[in-house]
């Protein structure tokens, strides 16, 4: 469901976003050109080991991105049955969405800044060509770990 979440609001939006997370069988994509360790800790922690996970994000420095996350990355991929951290260009990543099986969604900011000011997560392109540029994102990348 669309929602527009309003300022002030951190830790409903967390919920929603964790409530979300937790439905998937299959697979979460996270695409964030700013991930940082925070997702680790506050989406990966109690999910089936079982599932398909992709960390997209950019090179990054030591606040964000591939720089920032290796070293639990490397943790994760050892754990994980099918895990991977792929780095792309920046030029190639701009919004953050998020994969869950078969359904995208769109979150208007970072997940470290969600709620903080009015922050959009809603369901987004779902179609077969919404996919695909998910898809070519993730195969135009270098996986890390």
Do not use: W
């Not at 830790?11 to 996270?30: E, M, P, Q, W």
């Not at 080991?49 to 591939?66: C, H, Q, Y």
């Not at 919404?130 to 770990?145: F, S």
């Amino acid at each position: 469901m669309a929602r527009l979440h309003e300022a002030q609001t951190p830790f409903s939006v967390y919920l929603n976003i964790r409530d979300t997370i937790g439905t998937a069988k299959r697979r979460v994509h996270y695409f964030d050109r700013y991930l940082d360790t925070e997702f680790f800790h506050l989406y990966l922690r109690d999910l089936n080991r079982g599932l398909e996970v992709r960390l997209v994000t950019t090179k990054g420095n030591a606040s964000f991105g591939v720089t920032n996350v290796l070293s639990v990355s490397r943790l994760a991929a050892g754990e994980f049955a099918n895990y991977q951290l792929i780095e792309c260009l920046a030029a190639d990543l701009h919004d953050r969405n998020l994969r869950i099986d078969e359904m995208v969604f769109f979150l208007g900011t970072s997940i470290k800044d969600a709620g903080s000011q009015p922050t959009n997560f809603s369901p987004a392109d779902s179609t077969a060509a919404g996919h695909a540029v998910l898809d070519g994102i993730m195969a135009t990348g270098t996986v890390i770990a």
